[in-house]
């Protein structure tokens, strides 16, 4: 018999930590965006996953928390979306399963693409107080791939919960990434 | 500063790889659901989490590949629902990202809650071909937990797709956890 598995290791891409500007600030949506991108982008260049990047920021100050980029098929994990990986690592760097706990700073999920139904939900558990994406589920679903069971009623769910929502920054850029990783041939592993 | 996380550890409770009788046969749907609310139950009693259990069996000969609890006050991360650990663990056994993938094994997902958004989306994602539930969302959200954006069109969109769904296998037991874990003080984290 296989033994049972008990533990999982799991890591970013070698390239990140190096990737991302930690003791920049992002003033805005579109700098944020565009580290969000900026790491879809690498992620398809380099070969490791999908054309998704996110990071977690504080609101306020614009410093990044965590980045976090498709691993589903680097770590043979279907759940390692772009958005689950920022997050984890975020909570991880806070040492909190609470983003947006009483007294602490407000954060937000900055995403090349509107997260799938997973990835809306894992936002609503993290305590993000925002949710800024780039590209669309329609731009998605164009490529192939599955966003899942989203429906107007689920933003409206996490707004009614205090969650902000802005979407389509950087849309054209976003995209952009996606029609690269296809034009390289990259597998939809969710189809 | 604080240097960015790179690494995530994760693990099952001590007391779960001695908890589940590896080289067991669970013929049907009881069986299996009484291993997931098992799970659950132990999750409680030894403190290690909320009161969810989940496992992944292979759907014809019954045999269990991985199972999951709770783990999200454990290790201080909010992605880690029962389901969450159980689908990861299972892909990393198999060491594939889809476990429904052609020519392999057909597998199902059997919890002891209605998944919420976010396990909904990851089971979907995880390849299972069915998913067997034993407490209802009701239930979840009277002890306090919320279940997130889960509409009956979330689960018309897996059943379109190919997945089989059983609702409220072994429910009173499953409920018993979950009142269980409210009457031991348990923190209610998705409030």
Not at 27 to 44: F, I, T
Not at 90 to 117: F, I, K, M, N, Q
Not at 150 to 167: C, K, M, N, Q, T
């Amino acid at each position: 018999m296989i033994p049972p598995v008990r533990d999982l290791h799991l890591t970013s891409p070698d390239w990140l930590p190096d990737f991302v500007a930690w003791d920049r600030v992002y003033p805005g949506d579109e700098q944020r965006m565009s580290l969000a991108v900026g790491l879809a982008r690498e992620n398809v260049r380099r070969d490791t996953g999908g054309p998704f990047g996110a990071a977690v920021f504080v609101s306020d100050s614009g410093r990044v928390i965590a980045a976090g980029v498709n691993s589903v098929t680097r770590l043979l994990n279907s759940v390692l979306h772009a958005e689950i990986m920022a997050l984890m690592m975020a909570e991880s760097r806070l040492e909190t399963y609470a983003l947006g706990a009483p007294g602490a700073p407000a954060c937000e999920l900055v995403t090349s693409c509107d997260p799938c139904a997973m990835c809306l939900g894992a936002a609503l558990w993290g305590g993000v107080g925002r949710i800024v994406t780039g590209a669309s589920k329609e731009d998605a679903t164009a490529l192939g791939f599955d966003e899942g069971p989203v429906f107007p009623a689920s933003w409206a769910y996490l707004e009614e919960r205090g969650i902000a929502v802005r979407r389509g920054v950087l849309r054209a850029e976003a995209v952009a990434v996606l029609e690269y990783y296809r034009d390289s041939g990259g597998p939809i592993y969710n189809a």
